[in-house]
C-alpha cells in the first residue's frame, strides 16, 4: 500500500493557513477604515482601467459569469461537481465539496459583508443588493475550482490549472462590471481557497481501488492518520 509522506498530507493545511492569514490580514488593515482603506486609491485606479475598457464583447462575457456565479445557475454548476461523485460513489469528494461550498458561500461570505458593510464602486453594469466585501462571485469560483482540484487527484494539475484561470476571470468579471472593488474579489479568493485546502485536509481522504491481475488493490492516498499528520 502506497503512503503519502507527511509534508504531502500537510500540504493543503499549511497552503490554507496561509492563504487564511492573508485574507485575515487584509481585514485587518481594512478595518480601521472600511470606507477609505489604504489601498483605495489602487482600487479606484483598477477600477477605473477596467471602465476603460469596456465593449459590447467584454461586457457579455462578464455579465455570463455574473449569470453562473450567483442562484440559480451557480446551483447547477455546483451540482455538475456533486452529481458525478454521487453516482460514482465517491462519498467523501462530494462531502469535501459540499463542505467547502457552504461553509464559504453559506457562511463566511454573507457574515463578513454584513459585519464590514463595504460600500461597492459607482456605476455598476448589474444590479446588487449586497455590501461589496469580499466577492462572494470569486469566493465561489474559488472555492469550487480548488475542491476539484482536491477530489480529481489524477488530472490535478490541469484542475489547479483550470481553477485559477476561472477565479481570475470571475475577479476580473466583477471588477469591469463595477461591482467590486479589486480588494474585494482578492478576498474573495483567499478565503474560497483557503476553506477548499483546509476541508481537504480536515475530511479523510478518498481511497480508490484497481484491479490487478483480477484482483482489487487499494489505490491512491490512504485516509489521514488519528494524528491529523
Do not use: C, N
Request: charged letters at 15%; a positive charge.
Amino acid at each position: 500500500m502506497r503512503k503519502e509522506s507527511p509534508i504531502t498530507r500537510r500540504a493543503p493545511l499549511l497552503s490554507g493557513l496561509a492563504l487564511l492569514l492573508a485574507f485575515l490580514l487584509l481585514v485587518v488593515v481594512l478595518l480601521p477604515d472600511v470606507a477609505a482603506p489604504p489601498f483605495q486609491d489602487a482600487d479606484q485606479a483598477i477600477t477605473d482601467a477596467a471602465r476603460d475598457t469596456r465593449s459590447p464583447f467584454l461586457t457579455s462575457v462578464a455579465v455570463f459569469l455574473d449569470y453562473i456565479g450567483q442562484r440559480p445557475w451557480g446551483a447547477v454548476l455546483l451540482a455538475g461537481v456533486l452529481i458525478p461523485l454521487l453516482v460514482t460513489r465517491r462519498l467523501r469528494a462530494a462531502l469535501l465539496v459540499a463542505v467547502a461550498w457552504l461553509v464559504t458561500s453559506a457562511v463566511t461570505v454573507p457574515l463578513v459583508k454584513t459585519l464590514l458593510d463595504r460600500e461597492r464602486p459607482l456605476q455598476q453594469l448589474v444590479e446588487t443588493g449586497t455590501a461589496s466585501f469580499p466577492s462572494g462571485h470569486t469566493a465561489y469560483a474559488a472555492v469550487l475550482a480548488m475542491s476539484v482540484v482536491a477530489v480529481w487527484p489524477g488530472r490535478r494539475g490541469w484542475a489547479l490549472a483550470g481553477g485559477l484561470l476561472f477565479t481570475a476571470l470571475m475577479g476580473w468579471s466583477r471588477i469591469y462590471l463595477g461591482v467590486h472593488w479589486f480588494s474585494d474579489t482578492l478576498a474573495g479568493a483567499l478565503i474560497g481557497w483557503s476553506i477548499a485546502l483546509l476541508t481537504w485536509w480536515a475530511l479523510p481522504q478518498e481511497r480508490t481501488s484497481e484491479k490487478v491481475g483480477g484482483q482489487e488493490t487499494p489505490a491512491g492516498p490512504p485516509e489521514r492518520d488519528r494524528d491529523g499528520g
